[in-house]
């Protein structure tokens, strides 16, 4: 444990100020079933979820939390955000059951003269009398000093005085949130500015609620804590006002692994709520975003991969298991043996060396034309590799496929037989149909003949993208025989023409005893 161990809470007010992200806005059904993941699973401290008097879709919202959050003793954990009006906005939180106010008071004396157009006094007057009334109705109040952070770098003796106003235990604030409204500040300058406020103002108890638009928010918020913020306050993916507030998953993270704090989230379902806000909330999640990125777990590198196989030595404190992921080692051009060997390994597969360095070889064909190859394409590569034979009475030097709507496929081919070349096009309904006229106009000129076509499949691996590799099975008759012959391609109809390739060689090598054509 270190000097800075201890325990701090976690506020998510993705449900609030996440929801003023640009082109956001939840549904009452998916608010509640956010609000149950955070607080049931993720076991934030605290949730704020909605301004008071915005709209009555809110209410709705905002009463379907509160009743679910009553039946499982959790009401006292769910806050909404009211302003300085006496009595509307209490009324309004008392409507749907709410039990606690985030008052937003003015914390600089530019906000309070130019947009309230009122002196310090008289803003103190109304949040007493706001305050007062929400206390009279059981209500408990932290309160916001919206603009802090400028208002403590432009006018100091106006946030010094208002504090002094209202710390007073008689006024009843539960919470002092300090927010830095605009993302202006930097970690010392928040570290300074806690530590002087703390001190200034002992007993009280200090929340930060930062924002990111100078991309300061998580070291913002190591600064805070380890000045001696009691409560930390983010959202989910960093949603939020311009560029969004603190990442939830970042600063769980960075408290725990920078300043060794106590918290109460489980760490274990932080991927789970990130991808359940990003599908509500219709913002895609990058796939490098650090813990909860699709990437952010994967080697590409040969390198890497073969010092985690000696000695996990690109591997830190910040491991897949803790988020319920996996490690993986990305197949593509940089491939090396070692990242070959750990996607075996994950699959339960075996290969011989010399296997292995046919497999690698063609994964770094594949890497130069795809843009990734997944653990899953894998099984496809190996049978591909291994099934073929080193017959290469015909080539396919060249081919170019078009298809359109209510149109004839058309094909164009440049192929090698034996040691000629030829060149030929076809029609037909489907590229592959196409190609198979296209590749009938040459072999029949050279009196060579086709096998039937009597079976076609195609599939990609179980939960494959739409880029995945295309594994591509058919199934020829020539007499008596069958021939099954697959091909491999990211595009289906190349993989056929593959399938189609080996089926050919492999005709010819029966049929002519191996040699290859004059």
């Not at 955070?38 to 979820?49: A, H, M, P, S, Y």
């Not at 076809?426 to 029949?444: E, P, T």
Request: aromatic share 6%; glycine share 8%; charged share 25%.
């Amino acid at each position: 444990m270190t000097e800075y161990a201890r325990k701090i809470k976690i506020l998510d007010t993705t449900l609030r100020d996440g929801e003023q992200t640009q082109g956001v806005s939840f549904s009452p059904s998916e608010k509640l079933h956010i609000a149950q993941i955070l607080l049931q699973q993720v076991k934030v401290d605290r949730i704020e979820v909605a301004s008071a008097r915005v709209s009555e879709g809110e209410r709705i919202a905002v009463t379907g939390i509160l009743h679910w959050a009553q039946s499982h003793g959790l009401a006292d954990r769910v806050e909404v955000l009211g302003f300085v009006d006496f009595q509307d906005s209490v009324d309004w939180i008392r409507s749907t059951g709410g039990r606690v106010l985030n008052l937003l008071a003015k914390g600089s004396e530019k906000h309070c003269h130019q947009q309230l157009g009122k002196t310090l006094d008289q803003h103190l007057q109304d949040i007493r009398r706001t305050v007062g009334y929400a206390h009279e109705h059981g209500l408990t109040v932290n309160l916001y000093l919206e603009d802090w952070s400028n208002g403590y770098q432009d006018s100091r003796e106006y946030v010094y005085r208002m504090m002094e106003a209202l710390h007073d235990p008689a006024v009843g604030i539960a919470h002092f949130m300090l927010p830095d409204t605009l993302g202006v500040m930097t970690p010392d300058q928040v570290f300074d500015g806690f530590c002087d406020m703390i001190r200034r103002f002992p007993g009280a108890c200090f929340d930060f609620h930062p924002h990111n638009d100078y991309g300061l928010a998580t070291a913002n918020v190591l600064m805070a804590a380890r000045a001696g913020a009691t409560t930390i306050h983010c959202t989910v993916n960093c949603l939020g006002e311009r560029a969004g507030n603190a990442s939830l998953a970042e600063v769980v993270v960075n408290l725990k692994d920078r300043l060794d704090a106590v918290l109460s989230v489980d760490e274990c379902y932080l991927v789970h709520a990130s991808h359940l806000v990003g599908n509500f909330s219709g913002k895609r999640l990058a796939d490098n975003t650090p813990i909860t990125g699709a990437d952010v777990f994967t080697q590409t590198a040969g390198i890497h991969a073969d010092g985690d196989k000696k000695g996990n030595l690109y591997q830190t404190r910040l491991c897949p298991e803790r988020f319920a992921r996996d490690r993986s080692y990305a197949l593509g051009k940089m491939s090396g043996k070692a990242s070959l060997l750990k996607n075996l390994e994950r699959l339960g597969l075996t290969l011989s060396a010399a296997d292995q360095k046919k497999v690698l070889k063609r994964v770094v064909e594949l890497g130069d034309t795809k843009k990734g190859i997944t653990s899953e394409d894998l099984p496809f590569i190996i049978a591909e590799v291994l099934a073929s034979k080193d017959y290469d009475h015909i080539e396919l030097v060249n081919c170019s496929v078009t298809s359109g709507l209510d149109l004839e496929s058309t094909a164009s081919i440049r192929m090698r037989v034996g040691h000629e070349e030829y060149v030929s096009s076809g029609v037909g309904n489907g590229g592959f149909d196409a190609f198979m006229d296209a590749v009938h106009k040459v072999l029949d000129k050279l009196d060579i003949s086709i096998p039937e076509l009597v079976d076609y499949e195609v599939r990609i691996p179980h939960g494959g993208q739409t880029s995945a590799l295309t594994e591509c099975f058919i199934t020829w008759k020539t007499g008596d025989d069958i021939l099954r012959t697959r091909g491999v391609h990211a595009n289906q109809v190349f993989a056929a023409t593959k399938a189609t390739l080996r089926m050919l060689n492999v005709h010819m090598q029966k049929t002519r005893s191996a040699q290859p054509l004059d």
